[in-house]
């Protein structure tokens, strides 16, 4: 998967935030962005484009989701969850232990700080293992509620060029993942690349502002 690159000043159709909802429309789908920026936008956009019965849970490992629902003037119907290197699998069991889920979508925000959790003095090598277990394990629950998840992916070596060591999990992701898409904020405009099965780019497209 090569993350694209010289599409900045290029114009892409528009869609508008309901088509980009609709983007979602498959079981499990990955957002990978450039900087926060980009989630700054698109969230906002995304949860104003569901319906008032839409049911939204919400993995909060970042925080920002926290800040961004003080500030906010329209708060959609979230159910929150915050866990942290103390509570991480009290929270997820609790969420697993829903007999009878009933919800629209599940948010992962983020893998890095998700993966960080994880990785608490373990080896790499077990600390992916452990990701795509929970990953796998949170598909499973979305997909007894007959729900959607969106994994919501941020660079954590920002010093290097655009390539796939920018990303952590790219391999687990690209694997669970029905949806791929890129995400880049530039300007105030707002270029989203979806990828088809072979992992290149299949389509580009501007969101409305």
């Given amino acids: 998967m090569e993350i694209p690159t010289n599409y900045d000043n290029q114009d892409f ?3 508008t935030p309901t088509q980009f909802l609709n983007l979602f429309d498959h079981e499990i789908s990955t957002i990978y962005m450039e900087t926060s920026n980009t989630r ?8 104003s484009s569901t319906s008032d019965s839409t ?45 009878k889920p009933k919800f629209d979508y599940l948010i992962v925000d983020s893998i890095p700080s998700f993966y960080k959790l994880i990785n608490n ?10 990701l795509f277990y929970y990953l796998s394990s949170l598909r499973n629950f979305v ?24 990303f952590i999990g ?3 992701l690209n694997h ?15 270029n989203i690349h979806i ?15």
């Fill in 13 to 15: 159709p528009t869609i």
């Fill in 121 to 130: 003095g373990i080896e790499p090598n077990r600390a992916s293992e452990l």
């Fill in 55 to 99: 049911l939204n849970i919400y993995l909060d490992f970042d925080a920002w989701f926290r800040s961004y629902l003080s500030i906010s003037e329209n708060n959609p119907r979230v159910l929150l969850f915050k866990p942290t290197q103390i509570n991480l699998e009290d929270s997820l069991i609790s969420l697993f232990s829903w007999t």
């Fill in 170 to 172: 790219m391999k687990v």
């Fill in 40 to 47: 700054k936008k698109i969230i906002p956009i995304f949860l």
């Fill in 176 to 190: 669970i993942s029905d949806t791929i898409l890129y995400i880049d904020t530039i300007n105030n405009k707002t």
């Fill in 143 to 166: 997909c007894n509620a007959n729900a959607k998840m969106i994994l919501l992916n941020l660079p954590v070596y920002k010093s290097l060029p655009k390539s796939n060591t920018k």
């Fill in 195 to 209: 990828f088809n099965n072979d992992l290149s780019v299949e389509r580009s497209v501007n969101l409305e502002n």
